[in-house]
């Protein structure tokens, strides 16, 4: 079969068309659909996490007097976790420069074990928040902060939302 410029083209019977020369395999098809399947599994797990994620921060900013529609913007979450930590939340644009990263994770780190600190919780919740924050989130946002703090971080509060660290 020619087609309108004398080039062939290939003409494949049943469900795969082909035009002007390429021939799709029914392996390369194949490889399609399962990456097609792989990223919507992807999509939907990091989807399913970030809501299991802000569930938990909305409730630990209940708890804690600040908005909680703040835990489902994505770096806005970060931002206020690291404000209600003592810790400049401007910071959180760090997440966006890949190896700064690091840096922004020991910030939340630092911002996570005073919270914990201040909910009564110890190290093991710090590198919960490091490694599973979800899971972190979930258990700070049942717990009500400490009445009688064991340290004198309380004295210093959260600057409200909005305003920059000095």
Same mark, same amino acid.
């Given at each position: 079969m020619?087609g309108?410029?004398g080039s062939a083209?290939r003409?494949?019977?049943?469900?795969?068309?082909v035009?002007?020369?390429?021939?799709?395999?029914?392996?390369?098809?194949?490889?399609?659909?399962v990456i097609?399947?792989?990223?919507?599994?992807?999509?939907?797990?990091?989807?399913?996490?970030?809501?299991?994620y802000a569930?938990?921060?909305?409730?630990?900013f209940?708890?804690r007097e600040t #908005?909680?529609?703040?835990a489902?913007v994505? !770096?806005?979450n970060e931002? #206020?976790v690291?404000?209600?930590?003592?810790v400049?939340?401007?910071?959180?644009?760090?997440? !966006?420069?890949?190896?700064?990263?690091?840096?922004a994770?020991?910030?939340?780190?630092?911002?996570?074990h005073?919270l914990?600190? #201040?909910?009564g919780?110890g190290?093991?919740?710090t590198v919960?928040a490091v490694?599973?924050p979800?899971v972190?989130?979930?258990?700070?946002?049942?717990?009500r902060p400490?009445?009688t703090?064991?340290?004198?971080?309380?004295e210093?509060?959260a600057?409200?939302?909005g305003?920059a660290?000095?």
């Open positions: 020619r309108a410029r083209i003409v494949v019977h049943g469900p795969l068309r035009t002007k020369g390429t021939m799709l395999t029914e392996a390369s098809t194949v490889l399609v659909a097609s399947i792989a990223a919507l599994v992807a999509v939907a797990l990091v989807a399913g996490l970030h809501i299991w569930m938990g921060l909305a409730r630990v209940a708890g #908005e909680t529609w703040r489902w994505p !770096l806005l931002a #206020e690291l404000r209600l930590g003592r400049d939340p401007v910071k959180a644009a760090l997440y !966006l420069v890949p190896v700064v990263a690091v840096y994770i020991v910030l939340k780190a630092i911002a996570a005073r914990n600190v #201040e909910a919780r190290a093991g919740s919960l490694l599973l979800p972190w989130a979930m258990l700070l946002g049942q717990d400490a009445t703090p064991s340290t004198g971080l309380d210093v509060p600057p409200a939302p305003v660290f000095p």
